[in-house]
Structures are given as structure tokens and as C-alpha cells.
């Protein structure tokens, strides 16, 4: 009957309930970039966010190699 409010209804039900994933990863990156490292780039910044959940379940000592 109403098209167009079905269209609206459903485009604001895909929108994120919560900003807490993203907001923690931000804190993640303020934590990684300090005074010294600031000039980061994109793909070293992601590069050290994965190593960094990588390592979180386990040390680097028992890590194997590839």
C-alpha cells in the first residue's frame, strides 16, 4: 500500500544499532599511534591492529613460524 515507507523501513532497520565495535577499534588505533609513531600509514595501521588481535589468545613464544 505504501511502497515508499517500506523502502524507508527497511533502510533505517540496516543501520547498526550500536557504534561500540567501531569505537573500540578506534580506541585500538589512538592506542598504536603516539607522538612518535603518527605518521602511519593505512596498511601498516591495519597491519599492526591483525597482529595485534592475533597475539591476544596467545604468546609469541609458543607461535610457530611459517
Known sequence: MFP??????KNIMTLPH???CVERIFSMI????????NHLNTSNL????HTKRALKDTNCYSMTII
Open 4 to 9: 515508499l515507507l517500506t523502502v524507508l523501513i
Open 18 to 20: 550500536s557504534t561500540a
Open 30 to 37: 589512538n592506542l598504536i599511534k603516539t607522538k612518535e609513531r
Open 46 to 49: 591495519i597491519g599492526l591492529l
